[in-house]
C-alpha cells in the first residue's frame, strides 16, 4: 500500500497566517491526489483534487500544488472557519490511503 | 441536492454482524463509483471498501477483506456494508462516499454524515 505522510501533524496559527500543510507518498502517485478538510463532529469535505483543483464552492484561499511524491496545500489567509483537521488522500492505487491529518489550531 | 445518509450503526458485540445503510438521493446514483471510508474515535480516515457503478467490481482494505462485503441495489439507490466477524478494532464511524464522476478524477466529493458502530462487550 502507498503510505502518505502529513506533516506537520499538527500547526498553530492566528487569523490572517499563511499555513503549508506538506503530504509526501511513499511512491509515485502522478496528480492522483485530493486534499479534504473535516471539522469536528462533521464529515469530511473535499477541497482540492488532482493535487492542484479547487472543487467547486472551495474559496481561492486555498490552493493545491505538486506532482509525484510532493504536495502541499496552502491557505494564504487563515480565516476562523478554517480551524479544522486537512486530510491528504492518494487515488493513484487501491487501496485508497489518507495521511495521518494535520490539524490546524488556533 | 446531492444527499447521502448512513443508517444501521449499532452496539453490537465481538463477533457479531451488522449491516450499514447508506440512501442516495439528488443525484444518479447508479453511474457513480461509491466507496465506504471510516473513523475510529480521536483517529484518521481509513478507506475501507469500493464498489463500482455497475456493481461488478469491489476492492477492500485487508483491515476488512474477508470480512465485510459491499454491495449495491440501484432499484432502491442504495449501498450497503455487510460487516460479520466484528472486532473491537473496527469501532467507528462509518462513512459512505461518492467518488467523483470527473474524467480521470477519482477524488470523494460527497459524503454522508456518518454512522456510528461501537463493537464492545
Known amino acids: 500500500a502507498i503510505r502518505m505522510t502529513q506533516y506537520p501533524s499538527s500547526v498553530s496559527a492566528s487569523t490572517g497566517d499563511r499555513v503549508t500543510i506538506t503530504c509526501r507518498a511513499s511512491?509515485?502517485?502522478?496528480?492522483?491526489l485530493a486534499w479534504y478538510q473535516q471539522k469536528s463532529g462533521s464529515a469530511p469535505k473535499l477541497l482540492i483534487y488532482?493535487?492542484?483543483t479547487l472543487q467547486s464552492g472551495v474559496p481561492s484561499r486555498f490552493t493545491g500544488s505538486g506532482s509525484g511524491t510532493d504536495f502541499t496545500l496552502t491557505i494564504s489567509c487563515l480565516q476562523s472557519e478554517d480551524f479544522a483537521t486537512y486530510y491528504c488522500?492518494?487515488?493513484?492505487?487501491?487501496?485508497?490511503?489518507f495521511g495521518q491529518g494535520t490539524k490546524v489550531e488556533f | 441536492e446531492v444527499q447521502l445518509e448512513e443508517s444501521g450503526g449499532d452496539l453490537v458485540q465481538p463477533g457479531g454482524s451488522l449491516r450499514l445503510s447508506c440512501a442516495a438521493s439528488?443525484?444518479?446514483?447508479?453511474?457513480?463509483?461509491m466507496n465506504w471510508v471510516r473513523q475510529a474515535p480521536g483517529r484518521g480516515l481509513e478507506w475501507i471498501s469500493y464498489?463500482?457503478?455497475?456493481?461488478?467490481?469491489?476492492y477492500y482494505a485487508d483491515s476488512v477483506k474477508g470480512r465485510f462485503s459491499i454491495s449495491r441495489d440501484s432499484a432502491k439507490d442504495s449501498l450497503y456494508l455487510q460487516m460479520n466477524s466484528l472486532r473491537a478494532e473496527d469501532t467507528a464511524v462509518y462513512y459512505c462516499?461518492?467518488?467523483?464522476?470527473?474524467?480521470?478524477?477519482?477524488?470523494?466529493?460527497?459524503w454522508g454524515r456518518g454512522t456510528l458502530v461501537t463493537v464492545s462487550s
Open positions: 439528488g443525484f444518479t446514483f447508479n453511474i457513480y463509483n
Open positions: 511512491q509515485g502517485i502522478s496528480s492522483y
Open positions: 488522500q492518494q487515488y493513484y492505487t487501491y487501496p485508497r490511503t
Open positions: 464498489i463500482s457503478s455497475s456493481g461488478a467490481t469491489m
Open positions: 462516499a461518492r467518488e467523483s464522476g470527473r474524467f480521470g478524477d477519482y477524488s470523494f466529493d460527497y
Open positions: 488532482s493535487a492542484a
